[in-house]
């Protein structure tokens, strides 16, 4: 793979991480390849090879390792996790002047591991490259799916499965848990030196410690906001998955509601609900606290009252962020973009009428946009009645084109679990046709076709998937 490597983490003490190399697999095949990413990184498509992505070719440049990180596990502190099963390739400045990781997740055990076998298979690795680049087409932040390769070997789950290597690109891999396993350690030299590199990377116009902080509570708020506009579930929002770039990580038994419904929560593992869709905002808060507790040291080193006193106050500003964003947003997509007292109203009483009839939460909206009548699927009795009027008095007071606005907001096609089950049973099968043909789909989430409207129909009664899994 010929890619312009810069590798700063590498540079950085060896405590943050261990150098690993890929381990080589049996008979690496590519399944896909993301040309337009891999232009923007300016990597030749071509260079990128099954050998490489497999992990059997290390690209020249390229300085493999294994990062530390720690994090809470649904509210549990675990003092060491670190990349078990990922190696961090490099980094590359893109087209556009950006610093991206190049990551390979599945290419074998490293001193992290654990007790795993440091492998990936077939299904989470597409569910990944999907869902990511899904979510990238509906304009939020997020790693990105560079390729995918099958490795020719088994990996053993629940049962035998074809093992996969993704390569994921992300603006960075630092999380929340990369700064609380220094702190766990005492080691404030480390969380000095891990905060520079952050503030160079992520908020290169912020002069403080206190100024990065805040800017990594704002661009959590604004992407947590983004989930609860598209109905994303993100599953695990552990503090190792929370990212400091505030792009969304870590694809697991994530989730697009189909039916509305704040408590929904789809993940096996999340049996208590904390990251139910509700949630998210509150333990996107709880998470942050965490980094900010990692932070005190720098923040005031002889006064930790005071510290804990102004990042307090900082973290604080989640609140007002989120809610400016979540208004924003959930204005346009009922086809708002002036501002009225009586807007959060009008949008609780949509939702809260979605939720009692348990209306499809995207086709809602879209059939909004398209049609300006809901009723069909808002259809407790009298919900629309009581509802409609207001909206559509409030949308006459719009100065611009409320139809075109709620288009451009309101996706008429999602990454639906009952689609991405089927891609997944296909492709472990051999045939990756469904992949591709859902990856052209969700790559115009906002257009309407007579191609797209399977995708965007909801799970027949015995097509709905309950339950998604870690699957790791
Ligand atoms: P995740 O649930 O993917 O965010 O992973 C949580 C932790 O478990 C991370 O430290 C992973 O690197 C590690 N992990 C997950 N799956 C494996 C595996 N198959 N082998 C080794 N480590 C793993
Ligand atoms: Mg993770």
């Known amino acids: 793979m010929r890619a312009t490597f810069d590798n700063t983490y590498a540079r950085l003490p060896e405590r943050f991480f261990a ?14 390849v993301n040309e337009t990413l891999a232009e923007e990184l300016g990597i030749d498509t071509g260079s990128i090879t099954a050998a490489v992505i497999a992990g059997n070719e290390v690209p020249e440049g390229a300085e493999p390792l294994a990062q530390l990180y720690a994090g809470h596990q649904f509210g549990n502190w675990v003092p060491q996790l670190g990349d078990g099963r990922a190696l961090l390739l490099g980094e590359v400045i893109d087209r556009n002047g950006q610093r991206r990781d190049i990551q390979l997740k599945g290419a074998g055990r490293t001193p992290f591991s654990r007790g795993g ?7 989470p690795v597409l569910r990944e490259y999907v869902v ?9 932040p997020t790693t990105r799916a560079l390729a995918a390769a099958t490795t020719g070997e088994t990996v053993v ?5 074809p093992g996969a290597v993704l390569a994921r690109v992300a603006a960075s891999h630092i999380r929340v848990g990369t700064f609380q396993a220094f702190a766990a350690r005492g080691d404030v030299d480390a969380i000095r030196t891990l905060t520079r590199h952050a503030m160079a990377r992520h908020t290169p116009g912020a002069e403080t410690v206190l100024d990065f902080f805040a800017e990594v509570v704002a661009a959590q708020a604004r992407l947590i906001a983004g989930w609860m ?7 695990v929002m552990n503090t190792d998955n929370t990212t400091i770039s505030g792009e969304t990580i870590d694809y697991g038994p994530c989730a697009f509601l189909d039916d509305y419904h704040g408590a929904k929560v789809f993940s096996s593992i999340d049996r208590m609900g904390r990251y139910a869709y509700q949630n998210q905002p509150d333990m996107a808060v709880w998470n942050l606290a965490q980094l900010a507790s990692t932070l005190l040291p720098l923040i005031a080193p002889d006064d930790e009252e005071k510290g804990v006193e102004i990042a307090t106050q900082a973290l604080n500003a989640f609140g007002s962020h989120f809610r400016a964003e979540w208004l924003r947003l959930f204005r346009a997509k009922i086809g708002l973009i002036t501002e009225e007292t009586g807007d959060e109203t009008l949008i609780t009483g949509l939702l809260s009428r979605m939720s009692t009839s ?4 995207t086709n809602t909206f879209r059939v909004l946009a398209t049609t300006g009548d809901a009723r069909a699927l808002v259809t407790d009795a009298g919900a629309w009645e009581s509802w409609a009027p207001d909206w559509q008095a409030r949308v006459k007071r719009e100065p611009g084109d409320p139809a075109a606005t709620m288009l451009a907001e309101n996706p008429a096609v999602i990454a639906r679990n009952h689609r991405i089950e089927e891609m997944i049973e296909a492709a472990v099968a051999g045939d990756h046709a469904p992949f591709h043909k859902l990856m052209e789909v969700l790559a115009h989430p906002f257009h309407d076709g007579p ?3 399977e995708y965007a129909r909801p799970p027949a009664p015995d097509e709905r998937v309950h339950q998604t899994f870690c699957g790791t």
Not at 132 to 140: F, Q, R, T, V, Y
Not at 229 to 235: D, K, L, N, W
Not at 358 to 361: I, L, M, S, V, W
């Open 117 to 123: 076998d440091g492998r990936a298979w077939l299904g």
């Open 358 to 361: 348990r209306a499809d939460f």
């Open 157 to 161: 789950r629940e049962q035998p499965r």
């Open 132 to 140: 990511s680049e899904a979510m990238h087409a509906l304009g939020l």
């Open 229 to 235: 506009s598209i109905g994303f579930i993100h599953g």
């Open 19 to 32: 150098r690993q190399h890929p381990d080589p697999v049996a008979d690496p095949a590519l399944v896909a």
């Open 451 to 453: 191609d797209t409207a």
